[in-house]
């Protein structure tokens, strides 16, 4: 019977927050949560989630009031990026998901055409030190004025000439007719942990969950896919198939044709699947996968 939980930091809303909750239901945890709470306990395993703000986050493993938290590389590598001695919490695993990147914009018709074009100019940003690390990277002195959020109006203002945040999709930025100018950082949600060792309890729940973490997130990349071809088109067709090394090949009971099953490890197009046609391949299924291990 065990007695020790980990608790997990997770974002309580945004868009980090849905995709978090997503991957843990993926990997068997019932999370039953009203709104506001803050704090919820699973049955599945021996785990509490707390949630947060994300910014909040790194700090909240950092001190071990967590033992793993599910954050954004740019808030993680932000905080790492502000140079806090205490900073002690390690990346456990890229997530891949809650794709984003930092990004610095100018308004679209402005005079600011390229990155040197940023020198004596002011730059709104949450990620003054992410900034300031860039700037000094492409030797280039500017003034940085922080602000938590909406930092999208601050040329618009006239408060600042230029803005450094987050673009996910690019809305943002279109609204308010900036422009992207350079990627300070690319950015996708990772699982973090203490620096410090984990007692042999904790080390083995969280080993688990990574564990489940792994087969979900390549469970939902993953297809598996189904189709009748010709003999002669079996090498032809392995080679189509995205992400897959071994298919299984069945006799038909059809003179010369094959059916072929096979585990797809990424996406198929409906590209690859007009390919597959043209290569002699028919009746093809593609089917998502629910649960898989490595
Ligand atoms: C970011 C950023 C923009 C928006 C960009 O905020 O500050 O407002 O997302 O996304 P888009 O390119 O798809 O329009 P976020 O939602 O991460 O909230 P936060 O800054 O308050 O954490
Ligand atoms: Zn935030």
Redo the contacts with the bound molecule.
Sequence with gaps: MSTERVRIALQKT???AEDSLGLLKNCGLHIDRSRDQLFCRIKELPIDLLLI???DIPGFICNGICDLGIV?E??FAEAKASGDREFAATVLERLGFSL?RLALAVPENGNINTVSDLANATIAT?YPNLLRDFLKAQNIEAKTLVM?????VAPRLKIADAIC???????????NNLRELAVVLRSEALLIRPAQQFSGEKEEIVRRLLSRMRGALMAEDSKYIMLNAPRSAVNEITRLLPGCDSPTIMDLNKEDMVAIHAVCKEAVFWETMEKLQSAGASAILVMPIEKMTA
Excluded: M
């Design positions: 945004g868009r980090l703000r994300d910014d954004g740019n808030v984003c949450s938590t959020g909406s930092v999208e945040d987050i673009v996910a999709s690019g809305a943002t930025l279109a609204a």
